[in-house]
């Protein structure tokens, strides 16, 4: 039985991409008859044809679905006209943060405390100086701050993040760069504490007397090497779901005590587990140089190993 009615059905996915491309073919009609002298590179905003063929899945007519393509139909639209009036007004992307930095020894002090802050990135310690700090930082959109002082004969140093919240636009046409790499003094004890958000961290501290070393961090890819500068060691890592390498002399006493719920654990035969979750090398109590170490984590990868 033949009813004479129409069988196209509504299409999100065809009218999104059939509106792109008479929105393209109106602008490239508009520049060449020279109404626009702006150039646009609308390539660019490929990603969006992804959003269109999902958007292209949801099937229906109900409220839900209407107001989901709706929404995120005015976002990405959002997102986009808000790239092309900058485009338009002549903005230029901010250009990257690119600083050294450097604090003296203070040698009247006795041992010195770094705090460091800095948003997801990488981070890199690496080697020794005879300043108490040095380092630089590369970031699209933070710049560092650093102050020092020094308190009952404690040098402290401050590290933490100015940042510009306008720039991350910027990020979506764009990857967004932020490293910080730093050198510690080899000769005073050092207290180190690192905040950091999803991070790269490789920190070889093997040449720094590193008395205490706390690290917060969320889900990241953890190195780090302690060295024999370093007689008594508290250290504590704080972190999401993570891939964490950490390194020991042979020669030191560790206890190891683990809150890391489901994460896999390698660590060489010289350790014994004494109670849940606490592993012990042979003769820590009586070792002259000790490591006590304390890890949290999420789901993660850990390794210990011995050099």
Known sequence: MNHNKDDRTFSTGNLLFGLMIVLAGIYFLLQSLGFIDVRINIFKYWPALIVIAGLSMLKG???LI???VIAVSLFVAALIGYDIYLTVKGFEQPKAFNSEFSIGLNKDA???RIKVEFPAGRIKIDGST????????????VELEVEERTEAGVQKVNIYPEKRISDIFWGFSRVLENELV???NGETDIDLSIDTGASNLIADLSENRIRNFYLKAGASKIDVEFGEKSKILDAELDCGASTIHIRIPKDAGVNIKFDAGLSSKTLPESFEEIEEGVYQT???????RKI?????AGASKIEIEQY
């Not at 005879?130 to 959109?141: H, I, K, R």
């Open 292 to 296: 006590d170490l304390e890890i949290k």
């Open 66 to 68: 209407v107001g989901i």
């Open 282 to 288: 042979e003769g820590y109590e009586t070792s002259e």
């Open 182 to 184: 730093m050198s510690l």
């Open 130 to 141: 005879e300043e108490l700090v040095y380092g630089s930082y590369t970031s699209d959109f």
């Open 61 to 63: 007519k109900s409220p």
């Open 110 to 112: 006795d041992s010195a």
